[in-house]
């Protein structure tokens, strides 16, 4: 039993170095899940801003600097739920 390539089988290590393909496709990969992370916190700071606007008496500027959003977000966000 050749126990490098069991070894290699157990690690699930590449046999060879990644070629432009698998390279173009990881990198691909890693920059949708990056831009699906950038969504979901964008996200959850318009979630935010709703309940600031829904909960508070604050007004646009302050929601708009305590959720790091610009205030026309906030006035957006506003006019949608009146």
């Known amino acids: 039993m050749n126990y490098s390539k ?3 089988q157990l690690l699930n290590k590449p046999k060879e170095t990644m ?3 698998e390279f173009v ?13 950038k969504k979901g916190k964008e996200a959850q700071k318009l979630a935010f801003v709703l309940k600031m606007i ?7 500027a302050q ?4 959720a790091d959003v610009t205030l026309d977000v906030v006035k ?4 949608e739920h009146k």
């Open 6 to 8: 069991t070894f290699t």
């Open 19 to 21: 070629g432009i393909v």
């Open 25 to 37: 496709l990881d990198r691909e990969r890693r920059l949708s899940e990056q831009r699906g992370e």
């Open 54 to 60: 829904k909960s508070t008496d604050f007004d646009d």
């Open 63 to 66: 929601i708009a600097g305590l």
């Open 76 to 79: 957006k966000i506003r006019l």
